[in-house]
Nanobody
Framework: QVQLQESGPGLVKPSQTLSLTCTVS??????????WTWIRQPPGLGLEWMGA???????YYSPSLRSRTSISRDTSKNQITLQLRSVTPEDTAVYYC????????????WGQGTQVTVSS
């Protein structure tokens, strides 16, 4: 059973950096063909794909967020990390990590999500 668990601060001040960690169990993040993805959902809006890191460590970012986003991994801890710099209240959202199956673009496992509010 694959499980993903997001963790991080629930409140971030404007202009600071939002940092979230996704801890994966039941599957190594280096397993071939899987992409570990960050997705967010602002209040009242749809899902927004932010970026991903592949089983080999390659990273991919949404063009609209590329300049502020970094995704990395710690293979020894089986964790994926998201950093979003220079946040504004518009970055308030529920943040999810998910596993995407390469070649299908389908997501088969989701974390439960974590609420992040950007406010002073």
């Amino acid at each position: 059973q694959v499980q993903l668990q997001e963790s991080g601060p629930g409140l971030v001040k404007p202009s600071q950096t939002l940092s979230l960690t996704c801890t994966v169990s039941g599957n190594s993040i280096t397993t071939n063909s899987y992409y570990w993805t960050w997705i967010r959902q602002p209040p009242g809006l749809g899902l927004e794909w932010m970026g991903a890191i592949s089983y080999s460590g390659s990273t991919y970012y949404s063009p609209s967020l590329r300049s502020r986003t970094s995704i990395s991994r710690d293979t020894s801890k089986n964790q994926i990390t998201l950093q979003l710099r220079s946040v504004t209240p518009e970055d308030t959202a529920v943040y999810y990590c998910a596993r995407l199956v390469g070649g299908t673009d389908g997501i088969d496992y989701w974390g439960q999500g974590t609420q992040v509010t950007v406010s002073s």
